[in-house]
């Protein structure tokens, strides 16, 4: 059971101030009959709920993708700090999505949300080694050595060993790299170890899926194709 003032938020049907205001004009309707009272309690999938006489589903399931800007931490809440949640368009706002892994405060680019805990959990589980490849700006030029070393599995500074990963030089203080696990800091701390200290970092493809012209600071659903790539753990 649920109360139908939650249930019309989390079906996008408003905020919850907003949700308030739609009940008491009248517009929601359970099992065919009037309802304005939000605090009744309704049976998700069972109960009838209408609005102005189009029936919602509840929480529906959604995969998001957003083009992080910098300044933002990724977390659901923090004292101090403007969060990503804060950049989600109203309309993904009611779906109790999640970030699915982190990115720093200052790198940019490709980053997801879902509501749907198994996936989340497949997703960033480090047993799945989804390719992650991130574009960065550096101090000092990278060379066949450094991209060597990536590919031989690095040692950073606190002894922490990374796995295999291909770093790709594009001359002077530029390099393209790709990891398959999601350790604190990895990419700074994997630049630092060969003396290279990262200035700007984006992340641009994570699996089959890339930022294309999502401009920055804006969030779209996956397609019906990168959904079922996803899940095909792709
Ligand atoms: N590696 C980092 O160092 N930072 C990120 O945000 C992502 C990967």
Redesign the pocket.
Known sequence: MERLDKFLCDSGAGTRSQVKGILKAGRVQVDGKPEKDGSRKIQPGLSRVCLDGELLGGKRRAVVMMNKPGGFVTATEDRTEKTVMELLPPEFKNLDLKPVG???KA?EGLLLFTNDGDLLHRLISPKKEVP?L?YARHEGTATEQDAAAFAAGLTLADGTKCRSAVLEPMGAGESLIT?CE?KY?????MMASRGMT?TY?E?RKEGCLTLGDLPRGETRELTDGEMEALEQGK
């Open positions: 982190r990115l720093d790198t992650k991130y990891v999601g800091h990895q990419v700074r701390r990262v970092l992340r």
